[in-house]
């Protein structure tokens, strides 16, 4: 039997049945169309019951077809659905998040937004198609985080580009999510001083240690060997 990555916890909420769904490790592990965790299961599942729901996700992507289909199920559901990030919402987790009618994020949860990948054997021609195929798809992702953050799809793709790290306030101001877990909660008298959030972008971190790497004397070489052992130690 196929290990399911969602888990379904009622609650009695008076005469309105209320539900939590967590979404907890990689999203489809094994395979999404096997034979036990299926499109139709989770389907069955989400319309089992009525009333609003709210998902709670903790994951760091995994199958983007099984993300997509349930982000589309979670967007067509009749109640208010919203989604609370545990700790991580990466990849193809930070899309179906996007599905939230609000979207809150722990203040200790970071979500993450990169360009699909894939595996890909053949020539040149099967390689160009992967291409292809991978533009296509960063295309229908694309759409998804237009249309919660009403972002210029230019930028979309630059930060997609760039494997960017948003911790929650920056989700906030880029308006991936829409709120903080427990920030009402603050007793903190200087709730008037605004707190810019923090991105972290690889891409940007990866530039950044090469100039340090590389040194600054012509004179000076260091063997590429080195320089590739050096950025792997430092980019894990």
Do not use: C
């Amino acid at each position: 039997m196929k290990r399911k990555f969602w888990n379904w916890i009622k609650n009695d909420a008076g005469d309105e049945e209320e539900r939590t769904l967590v979404l907890n490790g990689e999203i489809s592990d094994e395979t999404w169309y096997g034979d036990e965790v299926t499109p139709a299961l989770f389907a069955k599942e989400l319309n089992a019951g009525s009333g609003n729901i709210t998902v709670w996700i903790n994951s760091p992507g995994g199958d983007v077809y099984a993300a997509a289909q349930i982000y589309n199920m979670l967007m067509e559901y009749k109640g208010d659905v919203t989604v609370k990030v545990d700790a991580l919402a990466a990849s193809a987790a930070s899309v179906i998040a996007m599905a939230g009618t609000t979207v809150l994020m722990s203040p200790l949860s970071l979500m993450m937004i990169h360009n699909p990948i894939t595996v890909a054997i053949g020539d040149s021609k099967e390689m160009q198609k992967a291409g292809e195929m991978l533009n296509e798809v960063k295309e229908s992702i694309m759409n998804a985080y237009e249309i919660k953050t009403g972002m210029d799809r230019k930028k979309i793709s630059h930060l997609m580009d760039a494997e960017s790290w948003f911790n929650a306030k920056k989700a906030v101001e880029l308006g991936f999510a829409d709120g903080i877990l427990h920030e009402g909660e603050s007793t903190d008298e200087s709730e008037d001083v605004a707190m810019e959030g923090m991105m972290f972008s690889r891409t940007a971190v990866t530039n950044s240690l090469l100039t340090k790497l590389i040194p600054k004397k012509p004179e000076a070489k260091v063997p590429i060997e080195q320089l590739e052992k050096r950025l792997q130690l430092l980019s894990h």
